[in-house]
């Protein structure tokens, strides 16, 4: 069976620091691997994505992820945060049929 | 297209009442999933459905649960004798394909009193 898990419930940091949000994933066949941004009250917004490919995913407001498949990983990293990239961030990971398996989630929050 | 609805955007229901709720999704997508979200969780799969017809069902889905999608557009979530346990937000998503990106709507927050 599939899973994930998101080491950290909470990050705190300051703003233009970078930040690592953590993800392992359990899976015995290749893996589609997915990080959403959701915002107090909102759905969820798709960050990025690794279907296949380069293994380092990048999005467009700066976050990048690399999948590592010998220790099943999928870490979000961005170099400098800005206040705005204060959510909820959920890890996920695509099972047979096209539904997703998302991770606890980690609240990021940036402080000035 | 405006992406994925999802009508009321809050319900507050007492115990023992029916709700429904509804997705639109975007229009040329054929495959629309429903999830649950309750506070401080990720989202977990429900159902879904590709076009009319409703492929899988999560052991979440109690008997209590209904969903349809009558002609493969528009879907509707249906919790009848509603618990206090349903309480959480109802997450709707549609893709073209089972391998791409899956569009989220706003969800429904449901709170039962």
């Known amino acids: 069976a599939q899973s994930v898990t998101q080491l950290d419930s909470q990050v705190p940091v300051f703003e233009e620091a970078p930040v690592e949000l953590r993800c392992n994933y359990s899976s015995s066949v290749s893996v589609y691997l997915f990080w959403y941004v959701q915002y107090p009250n909102q759905g969820l917004q798709l960050l990025l994505k690794?279907?296949?490919?380069?293994?380092l995913v990048e999005s467009i407001n700066g976050f990048e992820a690399e999948f590592n498949k010998s220790q099943t990983s999928f870490h979000l990293r961005k170099p400098s945060v800005h206040i705005s990239d204060t959510a909820e961030y959920f890890c996920a990971v695509y099972r047979q049929g096209g539904k997703l398996i998302f991770g606890q989630g980690t609240e990021l929050s940036v402080k000035p | 297209d405006t992406g994925v609805s999802q009508n009321p955007r809050h319900k507050i229901t007492k115990r023992g009442q029916n709700v429904t709720f509804r997705c639109d999704p975007i229009s040329e997508h054929n495959r629309l999933y429903w999830y649950r979200q309750t506070l401080g969780q990720g989202p977990e799969f429900l159902t879904y459905?590709?076009?009319?017809?409703?492929?899988?069902k999560s052991r979440l889905l109690s008997d209590r649960f209904s969903a349809e999608r009558p002609k493969g557009s528009f879907s509707t979530l249906e919790i009848q004798r509603t618990e206090q346990g349903d309480s959480a937000m109802y997450l709707c998503?549609?893709?073209?394909?089972?391998?791409?990106?899956?569009?989220f709507g706003q969800g429904t927050r449901l709170t039962v009193v």
């Open positions: 998503a549609s893709s073209s394909q089972p391998d791409t990106e899956a569009f």
């Open positions: 690794y279907l296949s490919g380069s293994t």
């Open positions: 459905f590709q076009n009319e017809a409703q492929l899988e």
